[in-house]
């Protein structure tokens, strides 16, 4: 499985951009998808994670309300809508592929994206 992500950019406080994760293979819908951040000098940390279906979703605490994780199994594609965008939401994002474990756990994925750069300015 190869992860592509995409989507970010530099923009003001209160600003949207969407991030992808394009995937390779033809499995895609067979395993659910998350998004971590991490931000200069810290941890990586759980954004939102999606079901194989799509039908079930968690949030982290603090993107709760602000941020809406999807995905197109036609296009093997998971999104990350980023609403109300804070300063504190600059990290580099990551999509990957969940294996097994706590979904909030970086280690219970096994395959990772190359992460994409959200600059949120104040």
């Known amino acids: 499985v190869q992860l592509q992500a995409s989507g970010g950019g530099l923009v003001q406080t209160g600003g949207s951009l969407r991030l992808s994760c394009a995937a390779s293979?033809?499995?895609?819908?067979?395993?659910?998808m998350g998004w971590f951040r991490q931000a200069p000098g810290k941890e990586r940390e759980f954004v939102a994670r999606?079901?194989?279906?799509?039908?079930?979703?968690f949030y982290a605490a603090s993107v709760e309300g602000r941020f809406t994780i999807s995905r197109d199994n036609g296009k093997n594609t998971v999104y990350l809508q980023m609403n109300s965008l804070k300063p504190e939401d600059t990290a580099v994002y990551y999509c990957?592929?969940?294996?097994?474990?706590?979904?909030?756990?970086?280690?219970?994925?096994?395959?990772w994206g190359q992460g994409t750069k959200v600059t949120v300015s104040s």
């Open positions: 999606i079901s194989r279906s799509g039908g079930t979703r």
């Open positions: 293979g033809r499995t895609f819908s067979t395993y659910d």
């Open positions: 990957a592929k969940f294996y097994s474990g706590s979904y909030y756990d970086a280690a219970s994925y096994d395959y």
